[in-house]
């Protein structure tokens, strides 16, 4: 069955980096796209970037572009975040979620559990 | 950028009885190349991920119970509950995937039991 497991969350100062991974099993990778969703405490939901399955390209929210890098290894199943220039406003759970279908135009049918990413000093 | 709305915020519903929750995109999320609305929605239970239940406006993903429909066209949608369950108390949220790479939420509707 389709598994998405995330780690790398935890708390970090204002202005620090954090890189987050997503390790999938279950399904043929290298095939799907990948989103990064957050949620920040008693909010709704965000999304904030996205990869294509092959990794060629990658979108971002306006409100982490610049600061936040969606990577990839097909090789290792595993999907990433890399978080710079961290504020207090990017206190969440992030999700990683797989794309239903192989292009972007589509919505995501399998999430993780989420990891904690908390910014304060 | 498309904005999504929703209404209401919250809605409490007797067990057996219909909810209705309602999602309004900013502008249409209708292909019309293949006719297709670009607009999913989610469930999310205290302490859960979300879960896909509706895709294409009104396609039902597999294994989410009959009672759960989409409709709409453009940009007014509706999710429906046809006879609430206990289990169904959780927060609905709609998604537009039309305006890709930007793939927006609605602010979310949470359904309690009455």
């Given at each position: 069955q389709?598994?998405?497991?995330?780690?790398g969350?935890?708390?970090?100062?204002?202005?620090?980096?954090?890189r987050?991974?997503?390790a999938?099993?279950?399904?043929?990778?290298?095939?799907y796209?990948?989103?990064?969703?957050?949620?920040?405490?008693?909010?709704?939901?965000?999304?904030?970037?996205?990869i294509?399955?092959?990794?060629?390209?990658?979108?971002?929210?306006?409100s982490?572009?610049?600061?936040?890098?969606?990577s990839?290894?097909?090789s290792?199943?595993?999907?990433?975040?890399?978080?710079?220039?961290?504020?207090?406003?990017?206190t969440?759970v992030?999700?990683?979620?797989?794309g239903?279908?192989?292009?972007?135009?589509?919505?995501?049918?399998?999430?993780?559990?989420?990891?904690?990413?908390?910014v304060?000093? | 950028?498309?904005?999504?709305?929703?209404?209401?915020?919250?809605l409490?519903?007797?067990?057996?009885?219909r909810?209705?929750?309602?999602?309004k995109?900013?502008?249409?999320?209708?292909y019309?190349?293949?006719?297709?609305?670009?607009?999913?929605?989610?469930?999310?239970k205290?302490?859960q991920?979300?879960?896909?239940?509706?895709y294409w406006?009104?396609?039902?993903?597999?294994g989410?119970?009959?009672?759960?429909?989409?409709?709409?066209s453009?940009?007014?949608?509706?999710?429906?509950?046809?006879?609430?369950?206990?289990?169904?108390?959780?927060?609905?949220?709609?998604?537009?995937?039309?305006?890709?790479?930007?793939?927006?939420f609605g602010?979310?509707?949470?359904v309690?039991?009455?």
């Amino acid at each position: 069955q389709v598994q998405l497991v995330e780690s790398g969350g935890g708390v970090v100062q204002p202005g620090g980096s954090l890189r987050l991974s997503c390790a999938a099993s279950g399904f043929t990778f290298s095939s799907y796209g990948m989103h990064w969703v957050r949620q920040a405490p008693g909010k709704g939901l965000e999304w904030v970037a996205f990869i294509r399955y092959d990794g060629s390209n990658k979108y971002y929210a306006d409100s982490v572009k610049g600061r936040f890098t969606i990577s990839r290894d097909n090789s290792k199943n595993t999907l990433y975040l890399q978080m710079n220039s961290l504020r207090a406003e990017d206190t969440a759970v992030y999700y990683c979620a797989k794309g239903k279908y192989s292009g972007y135009d589509n919505p995501t049918d399998y999430w993780g559990q989420g990891t904690l990413v908390t910014v304060s000093s | 950028d498309i904005v999504m709305t929703q209404s209401p915020d919250s809605l409490a519903v007797s067990l057996g009885e219909r909810a209705t929750i309602n999602c309004k995109s900013s502008q249409s999320v209708l292909y019309s190349s293949n006719n297709k609305n670009y607009l999913a929605w989610y469930q999310q239970k205290p302490g859960q991920p979300p879960k896909l239940l509706i895709y294409w406006a009104s396609t039902r993903e597999s294994g989410v119970p009959d009672r759960f429909s989409g409709s709409g066209s453009g940009t007014d949608f509706t999710l429906t509950i046809s006879s609430l369950q206990a289990e169904d108390v959780a927060v609905y949220y709609c998604q537009q995937y039309y305006s890709t790479p930007q793939f927006t939420f609605g602010p979310g509707t949470k359904v309690d039991i009455k």
